[in-house]
């Protein structure tokens, strides 16, 4: 069975930070690019970082050079640092393992962040 656990959500006040982290078990998680999106109430679902399996990342341009995302293999765990946090980033964040080679993925069950005073 696989699973995706999010943790780290929580009350922020802006300009604070927050470190994410998913763990996954049940895939071989050095076959996976893993992803963050994020859904704010009424709004699309938003991906804002990736990560592939041999380090490389890309960010939304609406989080770039405030979040970083890394990886730990032996942990099957990815990683999503948030810095400079704003009342917009206010949302649930998930988690996803996207297979390589055959394209298709797992979705953990989501974290809440709230950035508010």
């Known amino acids: 069975q696989v699973t995706l656990v999010e943790s780290g959500g929580g009350l922020v006040q802006p300009g604070g930070s927050l470190r994410l982290s998913c763990v996954a078990s049940?895939?071989?998680?050095?076959?996976?690019?893993m992803m963050w999106y994020r859904q704010a109430p009424g709004k699309l679902r938003e991906l804002i970082t990736s990560i592939t399996s041999v380090g490389d990342s890309n960010y939304a341009d609406s989080v770039k050079g405030r979040f970083t995302v890394s990886r730990d293999d032996a942990k099957n765990t990815t990683y999503l640092q948030m810095n400079s946090l704003k009342p917009e980033d206010t949302a649930v964040y998930f988690c996803i393992a996207n297979n390589e080679k055959f394209g298709y993925d797992y979705w953990g069950q989501g974290t809440q962040v709230t950035v508010s005073s």
């Open positions: 049940g895939i071989t998680f050095g076959a996976y690019t």
